[in-house]
């Protein structure tokens, strides 16, 4: 069983303001899509940056065999949204972006904006596969790009650079928390006995904070002694499955020329258990090729295939 993630990059029919510009560019980044999920051929596939539910017909329509797909409804301000596609059936289960209760609304803007809710929609499944049932969950959140009023992608000053960059930060670590409590309800407390996996673009690094909000209880991480002790912790732990990615392929995006893993999943106590490979890319590709990308996302509209690289589990 194959479980991976990728962010297809403004998956826009052509026309519009964000999609390519023209029939023969769409078609060709159908295309560069499907070859690379033909190739994975994933159980369940995490996938962010759907602009039009019509643009994931048209991909689905080029892969080969019977799909299932399902989507958000709730879409950010450009359109774009996270979503599944399977080889198996599955329920959606949850189609959220509130924060949770107990967390309030967080700063937006220099003008005092409130934001009381993620920016794009937080969608759980459960699928039936051979081991049994199988939930997962997939997100995109706020991006490490920095936009500024009028559509700017610079800013008038450092000041300025510093407060938007606070004010993404303060939603990241609010859409986290939201998926934790998501993740919460999708373990209920029964991590060991449970396949769950939280995937999708987190738009941060392993050891970023926001990251790291998602793990649950410390202890016991891939790699560390205490990984084979089994605590209480293990019930609601996640693990994130970067260190059993190869080295040299522990990135999913180039950013300004840096190598950034920011595609991740995290895996029950149960599912983490039974990992024999993971990987970027595709399995046996032995160098990973990205396009570098800047701070100005329009630079590529129409690009064909994507900015990022899926990454995927194998679970036996």
Known sequence: MLIGTWNLE?????????GPRDKAAYETKLAALAEVITELDPTLLGVQEVGEPEALRDLVGMLGGDWHTALSRHADGRG???????RTPFEVLHDTKGFPVKLRPVQGDDKG??????????LAVEAAVESGPLRAAVCHLKSKLLSYPGGRFQPRDE????RFG?????????????????????????GRERDVVVLGDLN?????????????????ELG????????????VRLWNVAPKIPAEQRFSRVNSGRRELIDHLLLSRRLVGRVTVAGTGLPGEES????????????????????HAPVWVRVG
């Open 10 to 18: 403004n998956l826009y029919r052509p026309g519009g303001p964000f």
């Open 288 to 307: 990973l090729r990205l396009p570098p990308v800047g701070d100005d996302p329009v630079e590529r509209r129409g690009v064909a295939g994507s900015d």
């Open 166 to 190: 606070a004010y993404a930060l303060y939603r990241r670590a609010a859409e986290a928390a939201s998926l934790r409590a998501l993740a919460d309800e999708l373990l209920d407390g029964d």
């Open 159 to 162: 000041g300025e650079r510093a």
């Open 113 to 122: 904006l409130e934001v009381a809710e993620a920016g794009r929609g937080l």
């Open 224 to 235: 560390t002694p205490a990984f084979d002790r089994p605590d209480g912790g293990d019930a």
């Open 80 to 86: 774009i949204r996270v979503g599944f596609l399977s």
């Open 204 to 220: 941060d690094e392993v050891q970023a904070a926001t990251t790291q909000i998602l793990l649950g209880p410390p202890g016991s």
